[in-house]
Structures are given as structure tokens and as C-alpha cells.
């Protein structure tokens, strides 16, 4: 993507803020169009700048009241894709991220209950051909979730 402009960051300042907010709003608080905000977003979107948008539906309502981070060591870093496939077959696991440090991969993962937990753990996650090993955290509660602040230019 092209260089982000200032009218860009001010848009995805809003945007980061309130997703739901109209572009006629937007483009009120901009003092531009509503096409231009339109347009912008559009090149947002096609350049990766903006990835998503959508609603964050609380997992508890829906039976899943045990957040959890597993650490996995495997057996060789570049079995990494191979792993990241069978992840994806996992529903429960919501994010994974390859990582320095202790563990090969993080993930994020949600179960109903510990005995699910246990079943993930157990039965999905340590027979993945690589995996050697896993380390697990469970989250208490989770105190911050937020965007990254933009910067707008004054």
C-alpha cells in the first residue's frame, strides 16, 4: 500500500474507535464526502491497512467459558505449516502465532469446560504429527483488549 496519509489515520482513528459509525458521519467529522470516505476505505481495505471488520461475539454466551493459551514445542521449526493446517481443523482454536522464545507456536484456544480442555489438550492438540510438547495457561479473565492507537498528525 501507498504511503498513509493524515486524512487516512483520522479515518481509521474513527473507524478503530467505532466501527459501526456511518461514512456520512465520518466523512462529517473529515469535512469530506461521503464518496471519499467511501473510496478511502475501499484502498484501506485492498492495501491490508484495514483487515476486517465485524462484531467480537463473547465466547461465554455462547458455552465457551475456559480461555486458554497453549504453548507447543515442535519437534522442528519448519514443520510449522504442516501443523498450522491441522490447527485449522481445530474450531475451538482462535489464534496462533509462530513465536521466539520457549515455545515454537502460541495458541489461543476456548473450551466449554476443562473436561473439553482436557479432550483439546489430549485427544487433538499432542496427537498432531511434530508436537512434542505443550505448556498450558489458562486466562482468569481477560483485563484489556484494544486496537492500536493512530497517530494522527496535528
Request: glycine share 6%; charged share 25%.
Amino acid at each position: 500500500m501507498d504511503k498513509i496519509d493524515n486524512l487516512d489515520k483520522k479515518i481509521l482513528s474513527i473507524l478503530s474507535k467505532n466501527a459501526r459509525i456511518p461514512f456520512k458521519d465520518v466523512a462529517a467529522e473529515c469535512g469530506v464526502s461521503r464518496a471519499a470516505i467511501h473510496q478511502r476505505v475501499q484502498h484501506l481495505i485492498e492495501g491490508n491497512v484495514i483487515m476486517g471488520s465485524g462484531f467480537d461475539v463473547n465466547p461465554k454466551s455462547l458455552g465457551y467459558h475456559t480461555c486458554t493459551y497453549v504453548g507447543l514445542t515442535l519437534e522442528r521449526g519448519s514443520m510449522y505449516k504442516d501443523v498450522v493446517e491441522r490447527l485449522q481443523h481445530i474450531p475451538e482454536v482462535v489464534e496462533c502465532h509462530f513465536t521466539t522464545g520457549p515455545y515454537t507456536m502460541l495458541i489461543k484456544l476456548f473450551a466449554r469446560d476443562n473436561e473439553q480442555l482436557m479432550h483439546l489438550l489430549n485427544g487433538c492438540l499432542q496427537e498432531i504429527p511434530g508436537v512434542v510438547a505443550t505448556e498450558t495457561l489458562i486466562s482468569l479473565e481477560q483485563s484489556i483488549k484494544r486496537e492500536i492507537p493512530v497517530q494522527v498528525d496535528k
